[in-house]
């Protein structure tokens, strides 16, 4: 189990669970309808599983095991639970021939066993999984900010909606988002681990986009790990360092800590899944279906990432721990010692 955090005096704002329940869905059908508009999205029907095999799961930072189980009438072949779905959606929206500047975004539900539970990680994770064709000149570091400015304009205009309906619940996100690099981070930090610099930037910021997820920086260490096959972490930007991808990250006051709702990027072209391959040690990639498709330039380029449903939920309704916004599995200690301290949890 991950290190529980629990806040003093939380007091839960919107009552009962009906209130909350009413509250969530409001969220999420807000936030989906904001987000679409921002960035010309057509909802569509996603995969809850996907084969083995064929290098179309996400690999997360490349460790966790996926649920996997045998399809009795496919010849018991090999089926896994989606991690989430970065790179099904590049070959949804190549499939469906959509043109640049428009993409899709689907409900996504995953199961992800390995994640230590705490106050913001459930082994279930639903999200708004989207992605966008662009032009191959449009894999910019400009691209990225522009995009990361739209979906933080949905995120806002739907905590003011939740004002309106939940006076009891003040907005607090600032005007604008603040982009900083992950080595311009360290150089401001040098002594603090990765996360002790997000802590630090999201609470000056209380909104920030940290670009730069997943190539080393100059103490020879990642910020983080990403997988080398959807993100493009290698590529060297406008700023001269190595990224077109980022973690979007907003100030959590409940939890006084640095709260991330999105990972997202400019996709991998050839060139860059070639060399982030060979990086990690992952050239035998290259014979799965997902990847030789990419490599023989059959997929569109694209910018996509991933937004936190119960995340998001969770921020704007002031809550301390993701189990009051979505029903999950949760170890029994950590319920009692919730319930203790003012949290139901589902």
């Keep these: ?15 009962n669970q009906e209130t909350t329940e009413k509250a969530i869905k409001m969220v999420k059908d807000m936030f989906q309808t904001n987000l679409a508009a921002q960035l010309s999205l057509l909802r569509v029907t996603a995969p809850m599983v996907v084969m083995k095999g064929t290098g179309i799961n996400d690999d997360l930072n490349g460790v966790e095991r996926p649920v996997t189980f045998p399809i009795k009438d496919m010849e ?78 949905a995120i806002k205009v739907t905590e003011n909606l939740i004002f ?27 002594n603090m681990s990765p996360k002790e610099r997000e802590n630090k930037i999201a609470k000056r910021y209380k909104a920030v986009f940290i670009i730069g997820i997943g190539s080393p920086l100059s103490n020879g260490k990642a910020h983080d790990s990403r997988a080398a096959d959807y993100d493009d972490w290698s590529t060297v930007n406008a700023d001269g360092y190595k990224g077109l991808n980022g973690d979007l990250l907003l ?42 498709a990419l490599l023989s330039g059959q997929l569109v380029q694209t910018i996509g990432g991933g937004i936190g449903q119960s995340r998001l939920c969770m921020f704007l309704l002031r809550k301390a721990h993701i189990g009051e916004v979505q029903s999950s599995i949760w170890p029994e200690d950590m319920r009692q010692e919730c319930a203790a301290n003012g949290i139901d949890l589902f």
């Design 1 to 15: 189990m991950g290190k529980l955090y629990l806040p003093k005096s939380y007091r839960n704002r919107l009552g």
């Design 76 to 153: 018991e072949a090999p089926a896994e639970v989606v991690h989430s779905l970065a790179k099904w959606k590049r070959l949804k929206l190549t499939q469906m021939h959509v043109s640049p500047g428009r993409g899709i975004y689907t409900d996504m539900n995953a199961l992800r066993p390995d994640e230590s539970l705490d106050n913001i990680h459930s082994i279930y994770v639903d999200q708004w999984d989207w992605e966008k064709v662009i032009l191959p000149e449009e894999r910019t570091l400009d691209t990225l900010k522009i995009t990361v400015r739209r979906i933080y304009e």
């Design 164 to 190: 309106v309906e939940f006076p009891q619940i003040r907005p607090i996100l600032p005007e604008e988002i603040t982009f900083i690099h992950s080595e311009e981070l360290l150089r401001m930090y040098p």
């Design 251 to 292: 100030w959590n006051p409940i939890l006084q800590s640095a709260f991330e709702i999105s990972s997202m990027g400019v996709r991998v072209d050839q060139a860059a899944l070639e060399y982030q391959l060979e990086v990690c040690g992952q050239q035998y990639k290259k014979e799965l279906d997902f990847h030789k």
